[in-house]
């Protein structure tokens, strides 16, 4: 594992560097692109951000600076260093990912996910750190970069909302929280972008949705099981879709929550949410990953056989004993 010194020293004799995020983006991602781009640039380097799918990502992420200047698509630009950031594996790079293998020699990964195996030719995976941005809250400090109160923002962006609003973490995220409030940042309005605001459009389809909750019992295990089909969420913002996951995670009584979110009439992007169980291990052997509480993973197929899948996983984990 690289130490972050490594990154450092590499990042500050770079002349051009390619930062990708990882598809379906969420602040962590989108904060991390858009706060190493400009960091990048501000000590002279060429950068740009790009992400590994053609559709625009969730609107609300757009009120991060920079993130109308991240590329989208499946060309990869030519740099002498390219940086992973907050991507657990390499197929997280979507569109992208079969040129990044073939630039790995040239890759940084940065990421705080248990599950990334490393594909780079520096990795620095710290799993400790409440979000991508604090490991890049971090390296800003060797690299001397001045936090402005852009690339304080977006920070903060990432820190915030993979921290639950603050509801998860180490006493430092606190520490860091406040430092980045002092170099400008707007707290509230950030929150009032990425995690408050809804339309009433939205509104009622999550209501929709959380009116179909089931507790399934498997072998004394006990899961809160939302499923938001096709049909239902088409049309409604990937932001309010991501939000269901925010009402499983610690429903009384249960020990695991999960969601199905339809992305097409036969794919879904599966969140599993859990306070005392390690998802990461269910996540990586249905294809996916992420952190102890908080991973997902994609899957195909009807409703109840991706259901079934997770159920038949669950069991041979020894997770529904």
């Known amino acids: 594992m690289a130490e972050l010194e490594q990154v450092a020293a590499w990042l500050k004799t770079a002349r051009s560097v390619v930062v990708l995020g990882h598809l379906r983006p969420d602040a962590d991602a989108i904060g991390s692109v858009t706060a190493l781009v400009a960091a990048l640039r501000q000590r002279g380097i060429s950068a740009r951000g790009m992400i590994g799918q053609e559709q625009r990502f969730a609107e609300n992420l757009y009120t991060i600076p920079g993130a109308e200047e991240i590329g989208r698509g499946d060309g990869l630009p030519e740099a002498e260093v390219y940086v992973a950031v907050d991507c657990g594996s390499i197929d997280r790079t979507g569109l992208l990912s079969g040129q990044v293998e073939a630039v790995s020699d040239r890759l940084i990964v940065l990421d705080h996910h248990a599950s990334n195996p490393g594909f780079g030719a520096l990795n620095h995976v710290a799993v400790q750190a409440e979000s991508t941005t604090v490991i890049l809250y971090d390296l800003f400090h060797l ?55 809804a339309s009433a459009h939205d509104l009622k389809m999550v209501g929709g949705v959380l009116a179909g909750i089931e507790v399934l019992h498997i072998d004394g295990l006990s899961l809160a099981l939302l499923v938001a089909e096709h049909e239902a969420v088409v049309g409604h913002s990937a932001s309010a879709v991501e939000s269901l996951v925010d009402f499983v995670h610690s429903v009384q009584g249960c020990q695991l929550g999960v969601v199905f979110k ?28 992420g952190h102890r509480p908080a991973a997902g993973y994609t899957t195909e197929g009807p409703r109840q056989e991706v259901i079934d899948s997770l159920i038949a996983v669950l069991r041979a984990h020894g997770e529904a004993p």
């Open 262 to 289: 339809a992305t097409s009439a036969r794919t879904w992007a599966v969140s599993l949410r859990s306070e005392s169980m390690d998802v990461s291990r269910i996540a990586v052997a249905l294809g996916g990953g």
């Open 143 to 197: 690299m001397g970069v001045e936090l402005d109160p852009q690339i304080a923002h977006c920070l903060y962006a990432g820190l915030v909302t993979d921290t639950g609003s603050f509801r998860w973490g180490s006493t430092r995220m606190h520490t860091i929280a406040a430092e980045l409030l002092g170099r400008g940042v707007d707290g509230r309005q950030i929150a009032l972008d990425l995690i408050d605001r």
